[in-house]
């Protein structure tokens, strides 16, 4: 899937998702008053937007500091990738649905930053006569802090909720206002969330769904045993505690999974760690007695409390500390954790003198990244369902347009998620589906609304399909892009022939242990480059197991990962390079990978070549994951060299000698025929050579 943690153009671009819906913005706007120039044609979205806005500004002015500017990320308290319906508040305010952006309100003007996934999505959802764009890919745009102290006069105080921005997006920022002569204040209630109860609009309520064990034959490691190893690391540090604010990260240390976040199993909470209690700050407080004995069984003593306690909590917890004895006392947390935590923490609002903090990557986030051998296992075996699933729908597509029915992207979507609903240990989708057919696959986050006009798939479409599930035993991500013909124009076949060459580069890569991996970024953007093209998203992200689809802290992607601590064995990340042509097609090539450790023995298309281990660091490569064959037919063999010819021949032998059986022991003849044609080997010289790589 794309692409959400793989940006990091600027810290307050928060990672979320879903491209949901368009609209047009059919009126002007005064600059400074907000009230409507031209009113012919305006919709009921439209005015709204402008209503909103106006309430906003006015709620600003009334503050006991009138606020010259107003930051609204797209964030939850837990600097979560992906937010619920009550924390959309920046998608509420503009109307843009793009999983990534910040807006700045000021009395004159309304911004969004987003990057160049999500410019032609803005333009199709937005007004933008009320909101100007600031692509923030392109070089010349200012950084948000940038335009700020260059748009607004000294003594300005600028506002923002310490609960939506982490600690490393608030210090640079006030620190470049203070150089400005400017002031970065936290509001402590959020004015969307008040200006929405005005308008009798108010958010839902924060969901605290059920939460669900996940056995140790998954996790591979007890609640207790984890808690444990942390504890260990709190001694090393000489902390006190250690707080845990990221939601994948609790559910980590606690072999937990949850729902309150759409397709991540998650639960809205926070974890505070000490060396004698283990506190659960989740819904009321009380958990439930199947939680409780599953965290009994696995070595946890447990205690619940209020979700809404935390900062209370905190402050008491800094002010005992502070009274309790040499001093000495702090608290461990992620600098990725809330502004607001890291003031409670310290008990700034408490204690004369605050605490120091400890505020640096978290051990969980570290811990979780390289994966034990039960949830390796996992992701190998989940990957064969998936691939089951993914070609068994490929299968029903293809028939479904040759025989000229009509099928929309969201029926084509409905079809996938049926098809992995019959795999064993699934669990719903590990994000929204991007079905996007001709001119929307070029959206990079695109997914197909279920409002308005449906979008129908034709048989000269080059289709896009981004889709992945959640089963116990891990999680998939993989893209697929298929003419629906087999007879793609000429410069698709280069395009998809390019972008399946840096795919091939980074799969079948020899690094060194420990390099970052954003070294690896130019590999999937060479055969693209050489003729002028490239992509506006990174290459690759980490994937959690049954968690996060997107995992920190490492990433493949022309920026580097600000934490990634280097490559080891046992990471899982994509391998997706791209090409978009706005208006036309997309193309994207996603697989999951396994880093691995290489020798002149393994088995690597690239291992028998070794003539040295980087200096006694060691070697690491990927297994390819992933198991789904590329459409022949887009393939230009003119392009391949042998070894990439090669490559691709033995990835799809292996894709067909690991489904096929399957396949076979479930009678799925007519799957299992189509595999066997779509694996078969590519032969240069061949007559569908000419055509570009087919059989």
Not at 150 to 167: E, F, I, K, Q, Y
Not at 172 to 201: C, G, S
């Amino acid at each position: 899937m794309a692409l959400l943690l793989l940006l990091f153009s600027s810290v307050f671009i928060t990672r979320s998702f879903g491209a949901r819906g368009q609209r047009k913005a059919r009126y002007s706007v005064g600059v400074n008053a907000g009230t409507i120039v031209g009113t012919t044609g305006i919709d009921r979205e439209s005015s709204m937007s402008l209503q909103r806005l106006t309430a906003l500004r006015a709620l600003m002015a009334s503050q006991p500091t009138a606020l010259a500017a107003y930051i609204i990320p797209t964030a939850d308290a837990h600097n979560s990738e992906y937010i619920a319906s009550v924390d959309a508040r920046r998608e509420w305010l503009t109307g843009f649905t793009g999983s990534a952006g910040t807006a700045v309100v000021t009395g004159a003007q309304a911004l969004v930053w987003t990057d160049g996934r999500y410019y032609t999505q803005f333009e199709k959802e937005v007004d933008t006569q009320l909101w100007t764009l600031m692509k923030q890919s392109l070089p010349d745009t200012l950084t948000m802090e940038k335009w700020l102290t260059a748009n607004l006069v000294a003594g300005s105080v600028v506002g923002a909720d310490p609960h939506t921005m982490s600690r490393e997006e608030w210090s640079p920022l006030r620190t470049a206002l203070k150089k400005a002569k400017m002031e970065l204040i936290a509001v402590p209630n959020n004015l969307v969330d008040e200006v929405r109860v005005q308008m009798k609009d108010p958010p839902p309520a924060r969901p605290h769904n059920e939460i669900v064990p996940l056995p140790v034959k998954y996790t591979g490691k007890t609640a207790g045993k984890k808690i444990e190893e942390l504890r260990d690391k709190m001694k090393e540090k000489k902390a006190s505690a250690l707080v845990l604010t990221a939601l994948d990260e609790v559910a980590y240390t606690l072999n937990l999974r949850g729902s309150d976040i759409q397709y991540n199993p998650v639960f809205f909470s926070y974890l505070v760690i000490t060396q004698s209690s283990v506190k659960l700050f989740w819904g009321d407080g009380e958990l439930p007695e199947t939680v409780l004995e599953h965290l009994r069984s696995e070595g946890a003593e447990v205690e619940g409390c209020s979700y809404d306690s935390i900062v209370e909590y905190l402050n008491c917890l800094a002010k005992d500390l502070s009274e309790g004895g040499d001093g000495a006392h702090s608290i461990w947390l992620s600098s990725d954790a809330s502004e607001a935590v890291h003031r409670a923490a310290a008990g700034e609002s408490v204690l004369k003198k605050p605490l120091d903090l400890i505020s640096e990557v978290s051990p969980v986030a570290l811990a979780k990244l390289i994966k034990n051998e039960e949830e390796l296992e996992g992701f190998r075996n989940c990957h064969i369902k998936d691939g089951i699933a993914v070609v068994r729908f490929f299968r029903w597509l293809h028939e479904q347009i040759d025989s000229g029915a009509t099928i929309t992207e969201i029926e084509a979507a409905d079809k996938l998620l049926e098809f992995r609903t019959h795999e064993e240990d699934f669990m719903g989708p590990s994000f929204e589906t991007i079905a996007g057919a001709g001119e929307n696959g070029a959206i990079i986050h695109y997914s197909p609304s279920k409002k308005g006009e449906q979008r129908v798939i034709k048989k000269d479409d080059m289709f896009l399909l981004d889709s992945g599930g959640q089963y116990k035993d891990g999680t998939t991500d993989i893209t697929r892009t298929r003419h629906m013909s087999g007879a793609p124009t000429a410069g698709q076949r280069d395009a998809f022939t390019r972008v399946l060459k840096g795919q091939m580069m980074v799969g079948s890569a020899l690094f060194p242990q420990g390099v970052k991996g954003n070294v690896l970024d130019s590999f999937a953007r060479k055969s693209l480059w050489d003729v002028g093209l490239d992509y506006a998203h990174g290459t690759g992200h980490g994937v959690g197991h049954c968690l996060n689809v997107h995992e920190g802290p490492s990433g493949v992607s022309w920026r580097p990962y600000p934490h990634d601590p280097g490559l080891r064995p046992g990471q899982i990340l994509s391998n997706e390079p791209g090409f978009y042509k706005v208006g036309e097609y997309g193309i994207r090539h996603e697989d999951l990978v396994e880093t691995i450790a290489i020798t002149k023995d393994s088995k690597h298309p690239r291992a028998s070549s070794l003539r040295g281990d980087f200096d006694g660091r060691g070697v690491l490569g990927f297994n390819t994951l992933t198991l789904v064959p590329n459409q022949r037919e887009c393939i230009d063999l003119a392009l391949l060299d042998d070894f990439e010819l090669s490559y691709i021949n033995s990835y799809h032998s292996r894709v067909f000698k690991t489904l096929g059986p399957v396949l076979q022991s479930r009678g799925l003849v007519e799957d299992y025929n189509w595999l066997q044609e779509q694996c078969a080997p590519i032969v240069r010289g061949s007559t569908s050579q000419q055509n570009g790589g087919g059989q």
